[in-house]
């Protein structure tokens, strides 16, 4: 018998994008899942667009923020409404290809995996361009993590059966965070050499702001994992380096 899958999204102001993510969902071959998207106090229609989605389609669920907390908030709302053990993260304007979630849930079956993530390729704000696929490495432990950016983060597909609860902290790569402590634990991430979401990239994307995630990414390795400086040294050289490759072309 397959899995359930519960998917977190936070979604703010993403009543563009929402309807056409909730749908990439739909078109799954894997059919037994249950969508969470947690409304964070949106100024747009968002959560109009997502009740009225809710409506026609039972497996989606709308969960409305009472005050704007940010993504970390309202991803942990979403953990704290989930029914499966196996819970995936899409990001209220990425999009997975069909068999996204019946391919990595034969991944983790075949490799006994906890924790996955796949490649992927991305997208512009449109849609209308499709960049080159982006390579994922076989496994991460947590010692490779501190220095890599390959983990997306609307690729991932856990088993809280196996790690246990999931915990967001209120940061502001809180899924970076949730990652490391997940690997800090002694879990390894497996990489399926398969491309199965669209990233999209957004005209006035935060993670675009090169200068501004660098210094998030510092502040994780020094205030949130409290590595000593010259680990967070090497880490962040690692991290700066991947980066640069990772964004030199679309």
């Not at 229609?45 to 497996?59: E, F, I, K, N």
């Not at 953990?79 to 053990?85: G, I, K, Q, T, V």
């Not at 979401?197 to 660098?214: E, F, H, I, P």
């Amino acid at each position: 018998m397959s899995p359930g899958v519960s998917i977190v999204t936070p979604a703010y102001n993403a009543a563009k994008y929402i309807a056409e993510t909730v749908a990439s969902v739909q078109a799954q071959t894997h059919t037994e899942w249950e969508m969470i998207v947690v409304d964070d106090c949106s100024r747009d229609d968002t959560r109009a667009v997502v009740r009225g989605l809710a409506g026609r389609d039972a497996r989606v669920r709308l969960v409305e923020q009472a005050v704007n907390g940010g993504p970390a908030r309202a991803r942990q709302a979403a953990l704290d409404a989930a029914r499966y053990p196996h819970v995936a993260f899409l990001d209220a304007d990425d999009l997975w290809l069909p068999q996204k979630l019946e391919r990595q849930l034969g991944f983790m079956r075949e490799r006994g995996a906890a924790f996955t993530f796949t490649e992927y390729r991305r997208i512009s704000d449109d849609g209308a361009r499709v960049g080159k696929r982006v390579r994922v490495p076989d496994r991460m432990t947590y010692s490779r993590l501190l220095g890599n950016t390959a983990i997306a983060t609307s690729t991932v597909l856990i088993d809280r059966g196996a790690t246990g609860p999931l915990a967001m902290t209120e940061t502001y790569y809180d899924d970076f965070v949730l990652w490391l402590g997940i690997l800090k634990r002694g879990f390894v991430a497996e990489g399926l050499h398969e491309d199965l979401m669209r990233y999209r990239v957004l005209a006035k994307s935060v993670s675009r702001n090169k200068a501004n995630s660098a210094k998030h990414v510092w502040r994780t390795y020094r205030d949130v994992e409290r590595l000593p400086l010259v680990r967070s040294a090497w880490a962040f050289a690692g991290y700066a380096s991947r980066a640069l490759l990772k964004y030199r072309s679309f």
